[in-house]
Nanobody, 117 residues
């Protein structure tokens, strides 16, 4: 199995920055991509950003130009740098690891991000 440990959430004023970290351990092979999702109250979980094993990145339109996903393969860690935060970025952020073999998906416990206006 895979374990994902997240850190870095918290409270920030609008316009500020936060960096989320997610460290993977366990059966971390045949990884297709890792990503960050978020879920706001009353809304569905949505993809924020993802980075493939080849280093390709994908972002939600709402965060393009503000958020950056990166990874440190040596540390099995993926980061989400969030700049120019907006109140609508408030959500629980979840780290996801997607493998090419079953079971395919693993999730972190979630970390709360709150942005005050």
């Amino acid at each position: 199995q895979v374990q994902l440990v997240e850190s870095g959430g918290g409270l920030m004023q609008a316009g500020g920055s936060l960096r989320l970290s997610c460290t993977a351990s366990g059966s971390i092979f045949m990884i297709d991509y890792m990503g960050w999702y978020r879920q706001a109250p009353g809304k569905q979980r949505e993809l924020v950003a993802a980075i493939s094993s080849g280093g390709n990145t994908n972002y939600a339109d709402s965060v393009k130009g503000r958020f950056t996903i990166s990874r440190d393969s040596a540390k099995n860690t993926v980061y989400l740098q969030m700049n120019s935060l907006k109140p609508e970025d408030k959500a629980v952020y979840y780290c996801n690891l997607h493998r090419l073999i079953r079971p395919n998906d693993f999730w972190g416990q979630g970390t709360q991000v709150t942005v005050s206006s």
